[in-house]
Antibody, heavy 119, light 110 residues
Framework: QEQLVESGGGLVKPGGSLRLSCAAS????????MNWVRQAPGKGLEWVSY?????????YYADSVRGRFTVSRDYAKNSLYLHMSSLRVEDTAVYSC???????????WGQGTPVTVSS | QSVLTQPPSVSAAPGQKVTISCSGT????????VSWYQQVPGTAPKLLIY???KRFSGISDRFSASKSGTSATLDITGLQTGDEADYYC???????????FGGGTKLSVL
């Protein structure tokens, strides 16, 4: 069964850092483009980042996180990561990874890991 | 303010049809494929439609979609109470160089 499981969320102070993980199972991460998407409490979906497949290193970020967040992957661990720094209160959200099946249609989603930025 | 504009809410009676619109520009909907998702609160989004009008595997034929110019629509026929959820359109924006989601539409089946 194809599955994504996120971890690493938690409570962090403004200006702090956190690393989220997304473990893939049932499929090979290197075969797919992957996305990070977040959802603030009571709000809609907001795209965060996109990373290409294979050995290509094409990466895009939303304006709201560019320069503060970094996406990476470890194919040996079949995992995707989101390194978040200089965190702001407005970064508070549930962060989910999602598989890009084709043309940015995201067919497999994790349940998400909550991140709370608060003093 | 989302780049893609959706009505905040729509409602209809069981068995009826509802249409959810998604308005964009030539930089996004007008030149890229649109996907649609259903999200029941507290659960992960579910892919309904890809490449503008293709139903994803296992999706009921009560769900259909189309695109014309810079707007896309999702139609749901034979409404059921289980269809109550938030619906999102999504595509790529060439100007922003990133993925954009609509603000979401809450469907109520009265």
């Amino acid at each position: 069964q194809e599955q994504l499981v996120e971890s690493g969320g938690g409570l962090v102070k403004p200006g702090g850092s956190l690393r989220l993980s997304c473990a893939a199972s049932g499929f090979t991460l290197s075969d797919f483009y992957m996305n990070w998407v977040r959802q603030a409490p009571g709000k809609g979906l907001e795209w965060v980042s996109y990373i290409s497949n294979g050995d290509s290193n094409t990466i895009y970020y939303a304006d709201s996180v560019r320069g503060r967040f970094t996406v990476s992957r470890d194919y040996a661990k079949n995992s995707l990561y989101l390194h978040m720094s200089s965190l702001r209160v407005e970064d508070t959200a549930v962060y989910s990874c999602a598989r890009d099946w084709r043309h940015l249609a995201m067919d497999v989603w994790g349940q998400g890991t909550p991140v709370t930025v608060s003093s | 303010q989302s780049v893609l504009t959706q009505p905040p809410s729509v409602s209809a009676a069981p068995g009826q049809k509802v249409t959810i619109s998604c308005s964009g520009t030539s930089s996004n909907i007008g030149s890229r494929y649109v996907s649609w998702y259903q999200q029941v609160p507290g659960t992960a989004p579910k892919l309904l439609i890809y490449e503008d009008d293709k139903r994803f595997s296992g999706i009921s034929d009560r769900f259909s979609a189309s695109k014309s110019g810079t707007s896309a629509t999702l139609d749901i026929t034979g409404l059921q109470t289980g269809d109550e959820a938030d619906y999102y359109c999504e595509t790529w924006d060439n100007s922003l160089t990133g993925v954009v989601f609509g603000g979401g539409t809450k469907l109520s089946v009265l």
